[in-house]
């Protein structure tokens, strides 16, 4: 009787991370020595197709090419003819639960209502089980909240496309590059980013039939290939906790075919579940020799006919590479077209599974056309825009402008700088004075510094130009905060005077300091140390973490004369580094403090715990966060008298724009529009560190706009191919060109690192 099983498997891909095709058919040829076994593929390019367990090979036209109709009523014959067809190509599991609404008994794919309720990244349907999702959101929010996301998840972050393919990425500039990848592989700006767990990988492979759950197993990944596919892993038995809401889920479903749930458990021994696939995994076959042959039990169920017996040879599978004779009726094609710009494998897989998700997508809106009567609303994807920054801009002359030209923002400065004071003020108390520097080199313009000034801020100095130009503007030096490796470049323009604090960059710094000071050639409040920080990579202050170099200090410091009081200063920029990271970094600080504290017998009476913020961290959720850790100092050491900031972009991002006016707009029919503009890089060289809200004249409305997201590109003035100033945004319909844009957010490094280029 078994002569008479016929089974088509397809997705034979068989590189580093392969298709699950071979697998199966390996677990199949196992359970059923003498059924027919077909391999399908969708080109010929594909290894597997070589394999010598099929007994023949159905070789298709590639997606893009191939006639999805009468493919459908093909596959629809088979079925019919008592063959059963499993699927291991994801897109084609999407597409067959469309061809066979009902499904057909045949068909070892899940139904479409069941596969509507796995997709990413909520997974709704396993919502019973005890397993927990990573906080994601949908990249159809502004650039903005998305830069946000990332901040908060320390750039831990994965970009996640509609069916599969996800990349880590870790700066700005990679999140939008792949983001516009992704969005034309396929077809849709409908991405995700969700935020990585570090932990063990672990998956549930199950097999079920028309909602019975037939079996399942666990498997712990214990190698990975670079792309963190299983190598090689062991198999043991799901807990019951799982499978007894799993099997009641899988009735749900009314699941047919295989599904793998990828999991990581994190060091809280925490389970996080990451995706479902709709079919077997890979690694099927790795489970088959322990003794769990989960595509036969497949066929059985489905067909009624025992399997025969897979022996376990053990708990534990690896893989090894193979050579195998080429089929001869498949001569090996020529080599292919070097193929450059692409992410993962599907996106550079043979068969044309791209187009093919470009041909599923268009069905899909013209399905979901048909049904709301309508098109699918674009994305917006619109920043909002703080009120104070149109009351500055409604103050602006722009005809009058000699773009590109820089605006300050005069309301929103005095804001950024009042909340932060009034937020260190809200903290200080009659023991304990907590204070802001505001960094001079971030943006030394003299309007940000007498609001500094007026504000009550100290100023924070990397250099003795940086202190003259505080002295100018009115701060004592007693106000200002010598920091950095290099403050005393050009010595002989010292002032006598006393300043607030010194913070030395290495030992060698702190011993001439303390010379200098017993000598009364410099003289301070507060002299300190400036700490490298552990564990992140950092060129300032003094490595710590190298037992030579602290015993060194510790001895320095000893030395340090009574007449100063003593001060530790770190800085790691949160807005590169993630704010929890820097949460971490803080309370690992405070303890190597303690440890200063303790091993010197000096108390440290100032800490300064630097800048980096980026503006809305510093008083997200009205500074609960800054709160908390200006506690946390007090716990930790009871003795500081004084807590600096050292805000810089933190003030001054948000204080200036830079405004260009459109050169040229280009038109080609069914292409994005490429606007030619007057500013460039030169003028606003963060352009790939952040996103800058970009405002346009609303004339109707009489007011300002933000841009929305969509497929114009902003090219820069430079005769360079990277001069790129905006791009994934819609310039509005009537823009013209003599049109000004409005770039936000240039007001800190945008203006100070701003050099003249281009311009003769
Ligand atoms: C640059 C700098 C700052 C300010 O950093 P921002 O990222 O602009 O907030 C603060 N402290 C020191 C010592 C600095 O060098």
């Known amino acids: 009787m078994t002569e008479d099983l016929t089974i088509y498997i397809s997705g034979l891909y068989s590189g580093t991370n392969p298709q699950p095709g071979i697998g199966i058919a390996r677990s199949i040829r196992l359970a059923y020595p003498d059924a027919k076994i077909i391999g399908v593929e969708y080109s010929n390019r594909c290894s597997g197709i070589h394999w010598h367990d099929f007994d023949d090979i159905w070789l298709q036209r590639p997606w893009q090419e191939i006639n999805l109709d009468s493919h459908g009523e093909e596959i629809g014959k088979i079925l019919d003819s008592g063959a059963m067809w499993i699927s291991s190509i994801d897109l084609e599991i999407i597409w067959l639960a469309d061809v066979f609404p009902l499904g057909h008994r045949n068909l070892l794919t899940p139904p479409k209502a069941g596969l509507s309720r796995i997709g990413k990244p909520a997974i709704p349907a396993f919502t019973g089980l005890p397993v927990k999702i990573p906080t994601f959101v949908t990249t159809e929010i502004s650039d903005w909240e998305l830069h946000a996301f990332c901040r908060e998840h320390d750039w831990k972050v994965w970009l996640k496309g509609p069916y599969y393919e996800a990349v880590r990425t870790s700066t700005w500039a990679e999140f939008e590059h792949y983001r516009r990848v992704m969005a034309n592989a396929w077809h849709t700006d409908k991405l995700f980013l969700q935020s990585h767990k570090t932990g063990y990988e672990e998956s549930v492979m199950l097999s079920a039939y028309q909602g019975e759950l037939l079996d399942c197993v666990y498997m712990r990944k214990r190698d990975l290939t670079e792309k963190s596919k299983t190598w090689a892993g062991d198999v043991a038995d799901v807990p019951k906790e799982i499978i007894i809401p799993l099997r009641q889920i899988i009735r749900e479903l009314k699941w047919s075919g295989g599904a793998e749930l990828e999991m990581v458990r994190d060091a809280k021994d925490d389970l996080w579940l990451l995706e479902c696939n709709p079919r077997f995994p890979a690694w099927v076959h790795g489970a088959t020799i322990t003794g769990r042959n989960l595509p036969g039990l497949l066929v059985e169920g489905a067909s009624g006919i025992p399997s025969q017996d897979s022996p376990s040879q053990g708990d534990e599978f690896t893989r090894v590479v193979l050579e195998v004779p080429v089929n001869p009726e498949f001569p090996l094609p020529p080599l292919p077209e070097p193929y450059g710009g692409a992410i993962g494998h599907s996106l550079k897989h043979p068969s044309g599974l791209l187009q093919f998700a470009g041909r599923l997508h268009k069905t899909e809106t013209q399905l979901a056309a048909k049904t709301n ?337 969509g497929k114009s590109v902003l090219f820069g003035r430079l005769c360079m191919e990277h001069d790129i100033v905006a791009s994934d945004v819609e310039l509005p319909s009537n823009a013209k060109v003599g049109d000004v844009l409005v770039f936000c957010d240039a007001g800190a490094y945008d203006r100070s690192m701003s050099y003249v280029f281009g311009c003769g």
């Open 373 to 709: 009567g309508s098109c699918t609303k674009p994305i917006s994807g619109r920043n909002v825009i703080p009120q104070t920054f149109l009351n500055d801009l409604s103050g602006v002359d722009i005809s009058g402008l000699q773009t590109p030209a820089s605006i300050f923002f005069e309301s929103t400065a005095a804001e950024y700088f009042t909340n932060a004071a009034k937020l260190s003020g809200s903290l200080s108390g009659p023991d304990l004075k907590v204070i802001n520097a505001y960094s001079i080199k971030t943006n030394p313009d003299e309007r940000l510094l007498k609001i500094a000034l007026e504000s009550g801020f100290l100023a924070e100095a990397i250099s003795l130009h940086e202190v003259h130009k505080a002295l100018s503007v009115g701060f004592k030096p007693e106000q200002v905060i010598l920091n950095g490796p290099t403050k005393w470049w050009r010595r002989e323009t010292l002032p006598a005077d006393r300043f607030y604090s010194v913070f030395c960059d290495s030992v060698e710094e702190l011993e001439q300091v303390i010379e200098e000071v017993n000598s009364g050639r410099v003289t301070t409040e507060f002299l300190g140390v400036r700490l490298r920080t552990p564990n992140i990579v950092s060129r300032f202050g003094i490595p710590i973490d190298s037992p030579d170099v602290f015993e060194r200090l510790i001895e320095a410091i000893g030395k340090m004369p009574r007449s100063c009081k003593f001060g530790v200063h770190f800085h790691m920029a949160s807005s590169n580094v993630g704010v929890g990271n820097w949460g971490h970094l803080f309370e690992s600080m405070l303890r190597w403090c303690s440890s200063i504290e303790a091993l010197t017998g000096r108390i440290i009476q100032c800490l300064d715990v630097g800048g980096g913020w980026f503006p809305d961290d510093m008083q997200r959720d009205s500074g609960s966060e800054y709160k908390k850790a200006i506690n946390r100092i007090s716990e930790v050491l009871p003795n500081v008298r004084v807590i600096i900031a050292e805000p810089g972009k933190a003030m001054a991002q948000p204080s200036m724009a830079l405004a260009m006016q459109i050169l040229e707009i280009r038109q080609a029919e069914g292409k994005a529009r490429e606007v030619i503009m007057d500013g460039s890089i030169a003028e606003l060289p963060m352009h790939f560190v952040h996103p800058h809200r970009i405002l346009c004249r609303d004339e109707e409305m009489d007011t300002w706009k933000s841009l929305e997201r």
